[in-house]
């Protein structure tokens, strides 16, 4: 009976399911959202007044709005534009890879808004969650987890399937969020733990529970062209330029946040020169492949997320993308075929390289670093608090330059703590993501068969090809020596 259950037999037609989806859904979040959302303090027009004179602020130019919404754009550039496009590079999917990064974001950050709220800004009194600025930045953060999960499922569910991978992942990042940041009380300014590595791994453990036997049946869409790889790197682009802004969005005005944007400049540029190596050193002729350069040169990026804005030293940034870049680059093209073969986990877009171990290896970066903090480097002022007591009523946190230490922490200890945030994100990624992936083998959510998958045909109306246009007889002058033996080609070139 179960073999019958989770068997091969598949109805793509979601005509009913995904309108019903996204109208319940939207309804849902529009009643919640009437019941506990408001404007914060600064986004109210009585309460801002207020905020102004409370605070002897007499220009409007104070409102934190100026100050977070360049970095707010930066990083919602980076989740709709960035991310979807990254995702186009298969030759049949480039509807499905940024249409349904679209959707998953636009419901992802509605419904970040209320998990991040009831954890982090609910006002017990009221009963109500505020909201800023900030807040948007934050539920973009949450939303990118899920997008990250999406990459490991791209081109083998449908869009219902998408939206319940979104719904349990928003959820549980904020739930591991809230116990790394505000239990354990670590520092994650750019999201190394609680969204690289829970993201990876949660995306990687529903693809394993949904190992397809028979996906080859669908090799043959499952690969780029060129026009597919151009649009693919116009996302990675995007994403590289606007990392620097990501990883340094909300951390504490002054040095921490231009730190933690340095940083993530030097470790960005160092990972895409070591990919360049490896990728040329991989093949015999020295050729370079275009999936190393549109993900492996991002991994400084995801792995200087938790020491952004640490005094890990410029050369210490350099130090952190160089091996990044090579350790995504061999995962590309030795770990993920050997996770495939051996382990039955199908990657389509590799983001155990990209996201997964760098996030694990950053999270474990800002580890040493805390831990390796001293007087000397951060003065006493930056990196050392008084004793100070705990009492039940109010839980003290002494917000440092460049981490938290909690009561008595010690740097070494500190340093723990943020090692075991960073195993609290991969097990919620893990064991969340093989819960949701059991949830979606049930045969209701219209996803497609082994031989129909990668194709936007399932589920988009797909304009005819254009007309198949003649041979040109005559290459371009900046074509004339890219191929010598063109005797291989399918035409022949008319020799003046």
Known sequence: ??????????????????????????????????????????????????????????????????????????????????????????KRYSFGGVGFNFLIAAFGLQWALLMQGWFHSLDLT??????????????????????????????????????VVTLFGVTLFAVEEYIILSLLHCRDAGGSMVIHAFGGYYGLAISWVLYRPNLHLSKRLNGSVYHSDVFAMIGTLFLWMFWPSFNSAITDHGDGQH?????????????????????????????????????????????????AE???????????????????TFGYLFVTPFLERV??????????????????????????VAAAATEEVYSREGAFVLQCSVTKSENLVINCCFFVLFANRSVGTQGGFQAAGTCVSIAFGLVGGAIVGFILRFPIWGDPADDNCYDDEVYWEVPEDEETLPPVLEYNNHMIHKHQDISESNFSVEQS
């Open 343 to 368: 382990l039955k986990l199908q990657d389509t877009c590799g983001v155990h390289n990209l996201h997964a171990v760098p996030g694990m290896l950053g999270g474990f970066i800002g580890a040493i």
């Open 1 to 90: 009976m179960a073999g019958n259950f989770f068997g091969p037999q598949k109805n793509t037609n979601v005509r009913v399911s995904l309108p019903a989806v996204c109208f319940v859904w939207q309804i849902a979040m529009i009643i919640l959202f009437g019941v506990f959302i408001r404007y914060d303090d600064e986004s109210d027009v009585r309460l801002w007044i207020q905020h102004k004179l409370d605070h002897n602020i007499t220009s409007d130019i104070e409102n934190d709005f100026y100050f977070r919404y360049p970095s707010f754009q930066d990083v919602h550039v980076m989740i709709f534009v960035g991310f979807g496009f990254l995702m186009t590079f298969l």
């Open 259 to 307: 730190r933690a944007a340095i940083n993530t400049y030097l470790a960005l540029a160092s990972s895409v020169l070591t990919t360049v190596a490896i990728s040329s050193m991989s093949q015999k002729k020295g050729k370079l492949d275009m999936v190393h350069i549109q993900n492996a040169t991002l991994a400084g990026g995801v792995a200087m997320g938790t020491a």
């Open 126 to 163: 009221t009963g109500k969650i505020s909201i800023g600025v900030e807040s948007l930045i934050n539920a973009d953060f949450c939303c990118a987890g899920s997008l990250i999960a999406f990459g490991a499922l791209l081109g083998k569910v449908s869009p219902v399937q998408l939206l």
């Open 310 to 328: 640490f005094m890990i030293t410029p050369y210490g940034s350099l130090i952190v993308g160089f091996c990044t870049g090579i350790i995504s």
